[in-house]
Antibody
Framework: EVQLVESGGGLVQPGRSLKLSCAAS????????MAWVRQAPKKGLEWVAT????????YYPDSVKGRFTISRDNAKSSLYLQMNSLKSEDTATYYC?????????WGQGVMVTVSS | DIQMTQSPASLSASLGETVSIECLAS??????LAWYQQKPGKSPQLLIY???SLQDGVPSRFSGSGSGTQYSLKINSLESEDAATYFC?????????FGAGTKLELK
């Protein structure tokens, strides 16, 4: 059974940093692109980042480019999201996601609140 | 960036009815369109990928269709468990973009 478990969320002040982690199991992690998607409270979904199988290619929307960094450790079946210079508009539930066809599987999400 | 216009924003239907939700892409996305169901407090669940392929374990009353820029999700014979918010996602090119969502309420 595929499992994606996020951790590392919490309350952080504007301008500070936070690193999220996602532990994957139940599939061959190194074979799949991985992604982060977020959802602000009572809002829609926003794709945040994607990383290739080896980690050599990464993709971001303009809203986080230059502030967020996605990375992975295939030996540990783990995905990360380093978030710097956080803004109030980054407040959201962050989901780790992956899959063969699209974003097939999602974690339960971790809440990040950016507030002073 | 590809814009995804999803409609309607909300709809109300009765048990047993059939409903459709539409997503219009701002350019051709070559069937790279997925549909998700999300219930309150839960993560999204994949229903349909490549516009019309049913994800394993998803009931056959869900179906997807479309091509080019126009796509739709159809739910036949609504059941109470179908009350949820539905989103489309284009994964044809980066940045991936989602529709704004359709909240389905059962009468």
């Amino acid at each position: 059974e595929v499992q994606l478990v996020e951790s590392g969320g919490g309350l952080v002040q504007p301008g500070r940093s936070l690193k999220l982690s996602c532990a994957a199991s139940g599939f061959t992690f190194s074979n799949y692109y991985m992604a982060w998607v977020r959802q602000a409270p009572k809002k829609g979904l926003e794709w945040v980042a994607t990383i290739s199988t080896s980690g050599s290619r990464t993709y971001y929307p303009d809203s986080v480019k230059g502030r967020f960094t996605i990375s992975r450790d295939n030996a540990k079946s783990s995905l990360y999201l380093q978030m710097n210079s956080l803004k109030s508009e980054d407040t959201a539930t962050y989901y780790c996601a992956s899959g063969r066809y699209s974003l097939d599987y999602w974690g339960q999400g971790v809440m990040v609140t950016v507030s002073s | 960036d590809i814009q995804m216009t999803q409609s309607p924003a909300s709809l109300s239907a009765s048990l047993g009815e059939t409903v459709s939700i539409e997503c219009l892409a701002s350019e051709d996305i070559y069937n790279n369109l997925a549909w998700y169901q999300q219930k309150p407090g839960k993560s999204p669940q994949l229903l349909i990928y490549y516009a019309s392929s049913l994800q394993d374990g998803v009931p056959s009353r869900f179906s997807g269709s479309g091509s080019g820029t126009q796509y739709s999700l159809k739910i036949n014979s609504l059941e109470s468990e179908d009350a949820a918010t539905y989103f489309c996602l284009q994964d044809s090119e980066y940045p991936y973009t989602f529709g704004a969502g359709t909240k389905l309420e059962l009468k």
